[in-house]
């Protein structure tokens, strides 16, 4: 019963739900297995920040399941949960450079999909850990440059059109 009803919280987006059913199991390895990376990853999904911070305060080892679902977050570019699970991490650097099963880090999933906001999110992170604050400014290479040269073609063509216009009027 507790299960379903937990993953029914979840689904329905109701903390006050989740945290009677949590507040009702007493043994904490109970509650461990009810919340398991499965659970957490269903939070993100649906990104109810209640439901994480329930999960935070009532697993009994919080750490062994951040990775996992930190890599989650990246994945559905749930920044803010991502910065949730940062803030509750005790050792952040280890939780950035973490890597799924295949070896990726987060940072190669977020440039491998184009997740801008997660690469640069990623790499703001990084450089907090690294000491330094100043931001980071991605640039689309694949966007051209203003031509002066074309802007000034641009204008003789209006100009030719509107000289066109006053001819046939």
Same mark, same amino acid.
């Given at each position: 019963?507790?299960?379903?009803?937990?993953?029914?919280?979840?689904?329905?987006?109701?903390?006050?739900?989740?945290?009677?059913?949590?507040?009702?199991?007493?043994?904490?390895?109970?509650?461990?297995?009810?919340?398991?990376?499965?659970?957490?990853?269903?939070?993100?999904?649906?990104?109810?920040?209640?439901? +994480?911070?329930?999960?935070?305060? $009532? $697993?009994?080892?919080?750490?062994?399941?951040?990775?996992?679902?930190?890599? $989650?977050?990246?994945?559905?570019?749930?920044?803010?949960?991502?910065?949730?699970?940062?803030?509750?991490?005790?050792?952040?650097?280890?939780?950035?450079?973490?890597?799924?099963?295949?070896?990726?880090?987060?940072?190669?999933?977020?440039?491998?999909?184009?997740?801008?906001?997660?690469?640069?999110?990623?790499?703001?992170?990084?450089?907090?850990?690294?000491?330094?604050?100043?931001?980071?400014?991605? +640039?689309?290479?694949?966007?051209?440059?203003?031509?002066?040269?074309?802007?000034?073609?641009?204008?003789?063509?209006?100009?030719?059109?509107?000289?066109?216009?006053?001819? +046939?009027?």
């Amino acid at each position: 019963f507790e299960s379903q009803g937990f993953s029914v919280s979840i689904a329905q987006d109701n903390p006050q739900c989740a945290d009677m059913i949590l507040n009702h199991i007493k043994n904490k390895e109970d509650k461990d297995r009810l919340i398991d990376i499965d659970a957490f990853k269903s939070a993100i999904n649906i990104a109810s920040t209640k439901i +994480v911070d329930l999960i935070f305060k $009532h $697993h009994s080892d919080i750490e062994s399941l951040l990775g996992e679902a930190f890599i $989650h977050c990246i994945d559905k570019s749930k920044i803010e949960i991502a910065q949730q699970l940062l803030n509750k991490a005790k050792d952040k650097k280890q939780l950035l450079n973490r890597s799924d099963r295949s070896g990726y880090t987060v940072l190669m999933k977020a440039a491998k999909h184009k997740k801008e906001d997660c690469l640069l999110f990623i790499l703001q992170e990084l450089k907090k850990e690294q000491g330094d604050d100043s931001e980071i400014i991605i +640039v689309d290479s694949d966007k051209k440059e203003d031509d002066p040269e074309e802007d000034g073609k641009d204008e003789e063509k209006d100009i030719d059109n509107q000289q066109e216009q006053e001819r +046939v009027h």
